[in-house]
């Protein structure tokens, strides 16, 4: 069926939604626009499903949501009879369409004969996470499409371990997707759902409660925080999202009595109004933190995105001025102190285990090194982390202590398994006050840290391709990479080329061996001086990403060469 065909069927099938009809009727004449639009479905992997609002098939719309979940529940009656009683947590964030995109879930599920647990209001990732596994539910689905701009949303699912499906299981479910149609996915009454016990909603005490007092046990020097913790002053922005209330409480809870809010964004609005992208990566994010936290005096900002499993940070240089780390540096920070305070107390064990994405900083390896920890890398997307972290449980041979994403994603419980903005928030605060109480700020941590291990530079490139023209020169920049790889980049020799996709590492002289990560689309450079460089399509956007990663022992040389670097990796892309 071609893309026309399909628009033409929309207009039939959906006759009976005034509001749908009307879209695509206004489209008419803008077959660019109509081609977008249904040249294909939205895919569905192991992130769910994410794309633009309105109607199509390659859009996020009711119509999908719907569909998607009928397969979803086909899935689940297809396994383990008990399934349908555990039944399925269903959370949403603050953008638009996200409570009607949960209510029309959770109904498709009853209809379908599968016990709903509905959050009554917004709610993070992390606590999804957390209330699948302690409600022994069997899986999960959180309406979210994280820092994307607002006119997108998503639509992620979870299993029983609490942490995105893998992929042989989204496969699955994706072909249960396309083998029924939108007539099959029907709601069922919203009043009977709840009469016949289908619907359960979750309100305030259900879970928020014991979420809360897990993370407080997180938190590895608490005798500090009750001590100093006054004495930290913290600006905060949940940019308009879900991170509002957990995330204050928790600080609250551990001791940090100063934390002042911008009330410009603190409430939810899915416009984000006060922003062009909720995402605690770009600076602009921050601009009325800073303006907050420059007449306060405030010592630190923290900064959450919609869902709150993400979080970055602004804290004091060496000249008084807020300095923007990198998820990165957030990362190691929190490793060193983390290793540094657990050594101390001797809490670290002797089998402990750091885990992180193969894009992330080589800087986490050598802290953990240094502590006599083992790494771990693994893909980006953190259900891999949260595969480790099963592994590990399931042999015992290590013991799971920090895990992160170079995408300002940090975790330190298994009670979780996504990143955790809350966590990550106790943490980031608990290391300012240690930093404090010497006398200095996480910037200077991060100095020492440099000074200890060498001077480590990262830098993320992300080029945006949207549409069926995007995603075509994606395939091309990958395809001619792997066809003609470059022999040296800024004139620094290639080592290795790692191609997740057929899995082997090839050195300079040929030869081969096996990668042990799944097969996925990734080139990874290895170059001279422990220089890396990393291209990989972004699986939730469209986006191709450059990441170019370069130390020396000094920051001015790292910075140049990582310059240098980047400008040679850019015209790979061209």
């Known amino acids: ?21 009307a879209e695509l009727q206004a489209i008419a004449g803008d077959e660019k626009e109509i081609e977008d639009r249904f040249y294909t479905e939205l895919s569905f ?86 209330a699948v596994r302690h409600l022994h539910a069997v899986a999960g689905i959180v309406i979210t ?28 479910v994706l072909a249960r997707i396309r083998a029924c149609t939108y007539k099959d996915a029907q709601e069922m009454d919203e009043a009977q759902a709840r009469a016949s016990g289908l619907l359960s909603i979750i309100g305030n005490k259900e879970v928020d409660d014991d ?35 957990p ?14 809010v911008v009330k410009e964004q603190e409430l939810p609005d899915p416009n984000f109004s006060t922003i062009k992208v909720p995402n605690p990566e770009d600076p602009a994010a921050f601009k009325l933190a800073m303006e907050l936290a420059d007449r306060e005096g405030a010592d630190c900002i923290f900064g959450t995105d919609p869902d709150c499993d993400r ?54 390896r050598r802290i953990a090194d240094s502590y006599g920890l083992t790494t771990f890398d693994t893909l980006t997307g953190f259900k891999f982390i949260a595969e480790k972290i099963q592994q590990f449980e399931d042999t015992g041979a290590y013991t799971f202590v920090f895990g992160f994403e170079e995408s300002y ?28 109480t010497q006398g200095k700020t996480l910037y200077d941590i991060l100095m020492e840290i440099y000074q200890i291990y060498g001077a480590y530079v990262e830098k993320v490139v992300s080029v945006t391709l ?9 395939q091309e920049i990958m395809q001619n990479l792997r066809a003609k790889p470059p022999r040296e980049l800024a004139s620094l020799k290639v080592l290795a080329v790692r191609d997740y996709l057929t899995g082997e590492r090839t050195d300079e002289r040929g030869g081969k061996t096996a990668l042990d990560l799944p097969h996925s689309n990734v080139l990874y450079f290895e170059l001279e001086g422990g220089a890396w460089v990393c291209i990989r399509p972004s699986g939730t956007e469209p986006k191709i990403k450059l990441y170019v990663n370069t130390n020396a022992a000094e920051m001015a040389g790292a910075q140049a060469l990582n310059d240098a670097l980047r400008t040679a990796s850019e015209a790979l892309m061209k």
Request: with cysteine; hydrophobic share 40%.
């Open 311 to 364: 979080v970055g940070i602004a804290v004091k240089d060496d000249a008084g001025r807020y300095y923007l780390m990198t998820g990165n540096q957030i990362g190691c920070v929190l490793l060193y102190y983390i290793l540094k305070s657990r050594k101390m107390l001797g809490t670290l064990p002797e089998n402990g285990a750091v885990v992180k994405s193969v894009v992330s900083t080589e800087l986490a």
């Open 211 to 245: 979420y809360i007092a897990q993370v407080k046990t997180l938190s590895v020097q608490p005798e500090l925080m009750k001590r100093a913790g006054g004495d930290l002053k913290i600006v905060y922005t949940p940019l308009h999202g879900s991170g509002n209330k």
């Open 247 to 260: 995330v204050r409480r928790i600080l609250k809870e551990i001791g940090i009595r100063n934390v002042l």
């Open 409 to 436: 994603g940090f975790l330190s419980s298994t009670f979780v398994r996504d990143k955790d903005g809350v966590n990550a928030s106790l943490l980031i605060a608990e290391a300012a006050v240690w930093a404090k």
């Open 145 to 172: 499409a994280s820092h994307n701009p607002p006119q997108y949303n998503g639509y992620k699912v979870y299993w029983e371990d609490g942490a995105q499906m893998p992929p042989e299981y989204a496969d699955q």
């Open 466 to 474: 949207p549409g069926k023209d995007g995603l075509q020169r994606m």
């Open 45 to 130: 992997g192991t992130a769910g499903m994410r794309g633009v609002l309105g109607a199509g098939t390659n859009r996020m719309n009711l119509q999908n949501v719907r569909r998607a979940t009928k397969g979803f529940a086909d899935y689940i009656n297809a396994g383990d009879p008990s399934y349908r009683a555990r039944g399925v947590v269903i959370a949403y964030d603050s953008r638009r369409m996200s409570p009607e995109f949960a209510r029309a879930a959770a109904l498709v599920l009853c209809r379908e004969g599968i016990h709903v647990y509905l959050f009554d209001e917004l709610r993070p990732v992390p606590i999804l996470s957390y």
């Open 1 to 21: 069926m071609t893309y026309k065909e399909r628009y033409e069927q929309w207009l039939r099938d959906f006759a009976d939604d005034p509001a749908t009809v």
